[in-house]
């Protein structure tokens, strides 16, 4: 069974500054899908970003970057330009192609990101 | 606003008793799963519908039931509730079984 591991329950940053969060992943399968979202005080789930694991292109959003060691099995994300609405629990969350068409998300204990004015 | 759209919001029930929460995918979206978020296990898959079909199960008790209607939308069921159960119950959708998910608001369950 895949595994996803958030190391850093709680970190802060201060506003218009860069943050790095970690994750590590594991599984025995090449092709995945790696996700981050972002849970804010109203609770709802919002996918920042998405990394397919046959790319070897970080993926990009705006302020919002991933990198992706594959070989390490790590998928961090780095927030630029910290505003104080990236205040929120962020979770990495892991996919696989599934078997016979299953596609559920594996998650990891999330972060919660606090940005200091 | 992802479009998902999960009702009730809130809702509080007492011990033993069953509630059924409901899910409106995505206009468009076949693929329905339903997630638990507790404070001791996190956030965790109980189970996928695809069109109407069950396609994955996760962890999810057999006091809990799920399905899928003709126009997809979908409800699961919670019986025999216990304090234990009190948790956000997520309802994420996607165009199709492969593809990126996106979830409600959540319904918060408090069993008293």
């Known amino acids: 069974a895949q595994t996803v591991t958030q190391s850093q329950p709680e970190m802060s940053v201060q506003e218009a500054e860069t943050v790095t969060l970690s994750c590590t992943y594991d599984?025995?399968?090449?092709?995945?899908?790696l996700f981050w979202y972002k849970q804010p005080p109203s609770r709802q789930m919002i996918l920042v970003i998405r990394?397919?694991?046959?790319?070897?292109q970080n993926a990009t959003e705006n302020r919002f970057s991933v990198n992706f060691q594959k070989a390490a099995k790590s998928f961090s994300l780095k927030i630029s330009d910290s505003q104080l609405g990236d205040a929120a629990m962020y979770f990495c969350?892991?996919?696989?192609?599934?078997?016979?068409?299953?596609?559920?998300?594996?998650f990891g204990k999330g972060t919660k990101l606090s940005v200091i004015p | 606003d992802s479009g998902v759209t999960q009702t009730p919001k809130h809702l509080i029930t007492a011990t033993g008793q069953r509630v059924t929460l409901r899910c409106s995918p995505r206009?468009?979206?076949?693929?329905v799963y339903w997630y638990q978020q507790s404070l001791d296990q996190g956030l965790q898959f109980l189970i996928q519908?695809?069109?109407?079909?069950?396609?994955a199960k996760g962890n999810i008790l057999e006091r809990f039931s799920a399905q899928q209607f003709p126009d997809l939308h979908s409800e699961l069921n919670l019986s025999s509730l216990e304090l234990g159960d009190s948790a956000l119950y997520f309802c994420?959708?996607?165009?199709?079984?492969?593809?990126?998910?996106?979830f409600g608001q959540g319904t918060r369950l408090t069993v008293v």
């Open positions: 994420a959708s996607s165009v199709a079984s492969g593809s990126t998910a996106f």
């Open positions: 599984t025995s399968e090449s092709d995945y899908y």
């Open positions: 990394q397919e694991a046959y790319k070897q």
């Open positions: 969350a892991y996919r696989s192609e599934g078997r016979a068409g299953s596609y559920q998300l594996t």
């Open positions: 206009s468009g979206d076949l693929s």
């Open positions: 519908y695809y069109n109407g079909e069950e396609r």
